[in-house]
């Protein structure tokens, strides 16, 4: 059974986007995972159709209303669905790479994209709602960062990337950043590759890349150190 992801969206145009293309895009074609795209507007009703209202107790911008996205979500994803709903929001939990994992292992996800100020709470709250946020800075919408969970789970289903094993040292992976990489010319504007790189020593180039990987997380993320010391500690 292939991963299903269903996404709301005001801007069902911006679908699949990006996921058109290379590998998540052939992994498309293929049947390795497929997507549904709702457009919340059609769940509106009277003549205007409105989708948002001004908020609550005043302020700047609108709301998306909890009555028209409730029943998008419904049509789409009913109370039995296994698969987690997932909506965007910069209020979320960070996304990271143990969650785009588990996901990986579910039946598929349901996303729903922002937009205005952001959702009524209610329908949060009632549609178990997982806020989720890709990173510490604010969009105009939850597209494109659909866009970015689905790219990063997508790229780990089964025969979806080519050398199954390319995922396992990559950053985040091994809770470190990922060393250097060098490919030819062998000498590029003065410089040349390391030459533990083209020594032909497995064990040495092992150890060299690990050595980087620790220092470059050092300098770059003292975070994911402690995190990683941590996780020994327990
Ligand atoms: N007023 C909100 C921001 C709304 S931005 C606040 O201050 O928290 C409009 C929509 O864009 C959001 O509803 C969300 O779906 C999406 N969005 C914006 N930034 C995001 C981020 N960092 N991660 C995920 N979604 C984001």
Request: charged fraction near 25%; hydrophobic fraction near 35%.
């Amino acid at each position: 059974m292939s991963f299903h992801a269903s996404v709301l969206t005001l801007y069902p145009d911006m679908f699949p986007g990006t996921l058109d293309q290379s590998l998540a895009g052939r992994a498309l074609e293929n049947g390795v995972w497929k997507l549904d795209v709702t457009q919340i507007r059609d769940f509106a009703s009277g003549k205007h159709k409105n989708v948002d209202d001004t908020p609550a107790g005043g302020g700047a911008g609108m709301v998306l209303r909890a009555d028209v996205l409730g029943r998008a979500i419904d049509a789409v994803s009913p109370a039995d669905d296994p698969r987690p709903r997932l909506l965007m929001s910069p209020r979320g939990k960070p996304l990271d790479q143990e969650r785009v994992r588990a996901l990986t292992d579910g039946p598929g996800v349901v996303i729903v994209c922002g937009r205005f100020e952001g959702v009524d709470q209610r329908v949060i709250d009632q549609r178990q709602l997982e806020e989720v946020s890709i990173g510490d800075y604010i969009l105009s919408g939850g597209e494109v960062a659909a866009q970015v969970v689905l790219d990063a789970i997508i790229r780990l289903l089964p025969g979806v990337m080519g050398n199954d094993t390319s995922g396992e040292s990559e950053s985040f992976e091994t809770g470190l950043l990922e060393h250097p990489h060098y490919t030819r010319p062998a000498e590029w504007e003065g410089h040349s590759i390391p030459d533990v790189l083209v020594s032909g020593n497995h064990g040495k180039i092992e150890q060299w890349r690990r050595d980087q990987a620790e220092k470059l997380t050092k300098q770059r993320r003292p975070d994911l150190i402690a995190a990683l010391d941590k996780k020994k500690q327990s």
